[in-house]
C-alpha cells in the first residue's frame, strides 16, 4: 500500500471511528502513557515586593465580606486561566485590612493557611479561634466552618493552598455558606493545641483523618529547627526538614497536603533532586538562589517559588534560609506513584 493509500483509509477510517465515540489507541498510547512524566507547569516565582501592592490594590476596590475571600490566585505561567500553580496543587494570596470579615463558608477542599505577613487576625475553625502570627501553619480540614477576621492594627496576608485540582477532577466538589454569624468561638482558643500537640493524646481519641491540631504556631517549629542545626546532620537533598504530623496516626497533617518547613545554613547547597510532585515554598528568613530546570532564581523573605513535577532543582543559601514547603505528596505515595530521583553528585 503507498503512502496516499494508507493516508486515505486512516482518514476514512478514524473519521467513522470517531462518529461512532471510539479512538484508536496506537495513535494516542504515547501521549497517554508517556515515558516520563511531562508537566504543563513550569518554574515560576512571585516576589512579595511586587504582590503586596496588587494585594492592597485589590483591598481598596473589593471588600472581604463582598469578595467571600479576597484572593490573588497564583496562576502558573504554563498554565493561564486554570487557576492552578501547579498541574495538580492550587494556591493563592489571601489578604484582611483591620476590622474585616470574611465570611464563614465551608467545602470538600483541604485547605491550609500559611501566614505571611502580619500578625492578631484570627481564623475561626469549627468553633475554635486561633490567632494568626507570621510563619504559622494552620489547617482548614474538609468540610468544616471556618471565617478570618481581621487584625485590630495592620493588614494580614497569608498563602492558601487547597487540593482543588484533585476535587475537581474527582467531581467531588461542594461548598457551603453559614446563615448564621460563627465568629464567636464555642472551645477556648489553644484548645485543640493542648488536647492533640503536646505529644499525648485523650485516652479514647481515635486516628482522625486530618490533624486535630489546627495551629502549629511558627516559634515552636523554629526552635525545633535550630535544635536540629547544632546536632543533626544536613541532608543533601532536603537541608534540615522537618514535617507537620497528624499525632492520631503519625501521617501528613493534612491527608492529600504534604507540610513541611526547612532550614539551609548559610553557604550550603543542595544537591540536584527531583520528584514526581510538584511543590511549593514559601521564605520566611534568608536568600536563596535556586536553579529549577536549568531556570535561575533568587527569593528572600516572604517570596514564594514553584518546582514542577519531576524537574530538577538545586538550592544555594545565600544567607540562612528558613522555608515553609507544600506538596500533593500524599495523594502519589497513597497511590503508589510516587518516584524520586536524587542526584549523589553536583551537576
Known amino acids: 500500500m503507498n503512502q496516499a493509500a494508507d493516508t486515505n483509509w486512516k482518514t476514512e477510517f478514524y473519521d467513522r471511528l470517531d462518529a461512532a465515540h471510539l479512538a484508536p489507541l496506537w495513535e494516542r498510547l504515547k501521549g497517554l502513557v508517556p515515558s516520563e512524566p511531562r508537566p504543563a507547569a513550569v518554574p515560576a516565582a512571585w516576589h512579595y515586593a511586587e504582590l503586596k501592592p496588587y494585594l492592597m490594590e485589590a483591598a481598596s476596590l473589593i471588600s472581604a465580606e463582598e469578595a467571600e475571600r479576597r484572593v490573588l490566585v497564583l496562576e502558573n505561567p504554563g498554565l493561564p486561566g486554570k487557576s492552578q500553580v501547579t498541574d495538580t496543587l492550587y494556591a493563592g494570596v489571601q489578604t484582611l485590612l483591620p476590622g474585616e470579615v470574611a465570611p464563614s463558608h465551608r467545602h470538600t477542599q483541604s485547605a491550609l493557611r500559611f501566614i505571611i505577613d502580619g500578625t492578631g487576625a484570627y481564623t475561626t475553625v469549627d468553633g475554635e479561634r486561633t490567632t494568626m502570627h507570621a510563619g504559622d501553619f494552620i489547617i482548614t480540614p474538609a468540610w468544616t466552618w471556618h471565617d478570618h477576621i481581621g487584625a485590630n492594627t495592620e493588614p494580614m496576608v497569608w498563602l492558601d493552598g487547597l487540593d482543588v485540582p484533585l476535587v475537581t477532577f474527582l467531581r467531588a466538589g461542594f461548598r457551603e455558606e ?37 495551629n502549629y504556631p511558627y516559634e515552636r517549629t523554629r526552635a525545633a529547627l535550630e535544635q536540629l542545626k547544632r546536632y543533626d546532620r544536613i541532608d543533601p537533598h532536603h537541608g534540615i526538614a522537618l514535617r507537620y504530623v497528624n499525632p492520631t496516626n503519625g501521617d501528613w497533617a493534612i491527608p492529600t497536603l504534604a507540610t513541611s518547613m526547612r532550614l539551609l545554613p548559610t553557604g550550603v547547597k543542595t544537591l540536584p533532586y527531583r ?73
Open 275 to 347: 520528584c514526581t510532585e510538584g511543590t511549593v515554598f514559601v521564605m520566611m528568613e534568608g536568600s536563596i538562589e535556586a536553579v529549577i530546570g536549568g531556570q535561575p532564581f533568587t527569593v528572600g523573605p516572604k517570596d514564594i517559588l514553584v518546582v514542577p513535577g519531576w524537574t530538577d532543582f538545586t538550592l544555594n543559601c545565600v544567607s540562612e534560609a528558613v522555608f515553609f514547603a507544600f506538596s500533593d505528596q500524599p495523594v502519589y505515595e497513597k497511590l503508589g506513584l510516587r518516584r524520586e530521583h536524587k542526584s549523589e553528585a553536583a551537576a
Open 178 to 214: 453559614s446563615d448564621e454569624d460563627l465568629r464567636l468561638p464555642s472551645k477556648p482558643e489553644g484548645d485543640a493545641l493542648a488536647r492533640y500537640g503536646q505529644g499525648l493524646l485523650p485516652i479514647d481519641m481515635k486516628a482522625t483523618h486530618t490533624s486535630p491540631v489546627f
